[in-house]
C-alpha cells in the first residue's frame, strides 16, 4: 500500500515537471558587492579593450592592471581602498549563503539541457557545454543556485539562455575554486569563486565576476550589469476611481460702457424784482377864482363889477371853477419820473438778455 502511494506521488512529480531542485529560493543578497563588474582579492589584470559597467576593485591586494585601454561605466575603480574591502566582506556572507543553500539536484556536466528554478549541486566540477537554457516558468523572481565543489568550466562557444522570464540576477554559480570561461562564452549569472576567475577572449557576461582571495584575468570582454524586476506577489487589482469631470460653460459677459452724461449746472437767472417808481405826481393846485359875476336866480345879465380886471361887458360868467396853467414845478417832476422809468426798464432790459441766452 506505502509502495503504490509512493508511485503515484512520483508519477504526479513527474507529470507537473517538479522536483525537490524546482523549489522556490530566495535569491543570494550579494550587499554592496553588488555594485560591482569585476572585484578581485589580489589582483585584476586586463588585456584588450574591455567594457566593464559597474565598479571595479581590489581588496586586500591593490593591484589593478589594463585600464586603460579597459574602460569602466556607471562605476569606479576601488583598489585597496575601503569600499573593496566592504565589498569582500558582504562578497563573503554572499558565498556562504549560497554554499551553504540545501541542493535540490546533483548535476555535473550540462550539455544542452533545461533546466528550472532550483538548487543544483556539482560534488566537484561543474562543466557547462553548449546551451544550457534556464526557464523561468513565468516569474521574474524565480531563483537558480548552482553549487560546484571544485571548478566551474565552460567550453568554447557556449551560452547560457535565459527564457520565460528568468533574470541574470537571480542566477548564481557559488565556485569552490576557480572559475574558467571559455573563448566566445555568452554567460549570465554572478559567479562567486573563492579563488580566482578566468575570462577569455570574447566572453560576454551579463552579470559579475567576484573573486574572494585570488585573481581575475580578464580578456577584451564586456560586461553588462543585469537588470532585476520583480514580480509582484499575488495579484494586483487596479482600482479605478471614477474623476468627477467639473464642465465648466462658458457665461456670455455683457460689458457696460459707461456712457458720458453731460452734467447741467444750473445758470442762476437773476431775480428781477418790480422796482416801485416812486410817485412825483404833484398834487393838483387849486387856483381859486374869484368871481367877477353873479348869476342871478333869474339868469338876468351879470351887473358890471365896475373895475378890476375882467370886465363882463354885461356877457354872462360860467359857473365852472377854472384851472390855472401847468406850473413849472409840476412839469420838472413829471420829467424826473419819465427819466427814472427809462433808467428802469434800460436796466431790466439789459439783465434780461445774458440770462436768456444762458438757458438756451
Same mark, same amino acid.
Given at each position: 500500500?506505502?509502495?503504490a502511494g509512493a508511485?503515484? /506521488? ?12 524546482? =523549489? ?89 539541457? !533545461? ?11 561543474? =562543466? ?17 543556485i548552482f553549487q ?34 571559455? $573563448? ?15 575570462? $577569455? $577572449?570574447?566572453? !560576454? ?11 581575475? !584575468? ?8 543585469? *537588470?532585476? =524586476? ?14 468627477? $469631470?467639473? !464642465? ?28 416801485? /417808481? ?28 365896475? *373895475? ?31 427819466i427814472a422809468l ?19
Open positions: 500500500m506505502i509502495g508511485t503515484a /506521488v512520483a508519477l504526479f512529480a513527474w507529470i507537473v515537471g517538479l522536483a525537490p531542485a524546482y =523549489a522556490a529560493e530566495a535569491p543570494v543578497g550579494l550587499g554592496t558587492a553588488g555594485s560591482y563588474a569585476v572585484l578581485g582579492g589580489q589582483t585584476v589584470t586586463n588585456t584588450g579593450p574591455s567594457v566593464l559597467n559597474g565598479n571595479l576593485g581590489v581588496s586586500p591586494g591593490s593591484s589593478i592592471t589594463g585600464f586603460p585601454p579597459g574602460l569602466v561605466f556607471n562605476g569606479v575603480i576601488h583598489a585597496a581602498d575601503p569600499s573593496a574591502a566592504q565589498a569582500q566582506s558582504d562578497l563573503t556572507i554572499a558565498y556562504n549563503d549560497a554554499a551553504g543553500r540545501p541542493s535540490g539536484a546533483s548535476v555535473g556536466v550540462l550539455v544542452s539541457e !533545461t533546466l528550472l528554478p532550483g538548487v543544483y549541486t556539482a560534488s566537484s566540477q561543474l =562543466a557547462v557545454n553548449g546551451a544550457l537554457t534556464l526557464d523561468g516558468q513565468g516569474n521574474a523572481n524565480s531563483v537558480f560546484a565543489g571544485s571548478t566551474l568550466i565552460t567550453a568554447s562557444g557556449s551560452s547560457i539562455v535565459l527564457t520565460n522570464s528568468a533574470q541574470a540576477c537571480n542566477v548564481f554559480w557559488q565556485v569552490g575554486s576557480s572559475a574558467t570561461l571559455g $573563448t566566445s562564452t555568452s554567460f549570465k549569472g554572478n559567479i562567486l569563486a573563492l579563488t580566482s576567475i578566468s575570462v $577569455t $577572449t570574447g566572453v !560576454t557576461v551579463e552579470g559579475r565576476a567576484l573573486a574572494r582571495n585570488g585573481s581575475v !584575468t580578464l580578456d577584451n570582454n564586456v560586461f553588462l550589469a543585469p *537588470g532585476c =524586476a520583480t514580480t509582484p506577489t499575488g495579484t494586483a487589482t487596479a482600482t479605478v476611481t471614477p474623476t468627477e $469631470t467639473t !464642465t465648466v460653460t462658458p457665461t456670455e459677459t455683457t460689458t457696460v460702457t459707461p456712457t458720458e452724461t453731460a452734467s447741467v449746472t444750473p445758470v442762476a437767472t437773476p431775480s428781477l424784482s418790480p422796482i416801485t /417808481v416812486p410817485s412825483t405826481t404833484t398834487p393838483a393846485v387849486a387856483v381859486p377864482l374869484t368871481p367877477s359875476a353873479t348869476v342871478p336866480a333869474n339868469g338876468a345879465p351879470l351887473a358890471d363889477t365896475g *373895475g378890476g380886471a375882467a370886465n363882463n361887458r354885461g356877457a354872462n360868467i360860467d359857473t365852472a371853477t377854472h384851472t390855472a396853467p401847468e406850473s413849472p414845478a409840476r412839469l420838472v417832476s413829471l420829467l424826473a419820473a419819465i427809462s433808467a428802469t426798464l434800460y436796466l431790466g432790459w439789459t439783465l434780461l438778455i445774458p440770462a436768456r441766452r444762458r438757458a438756451s
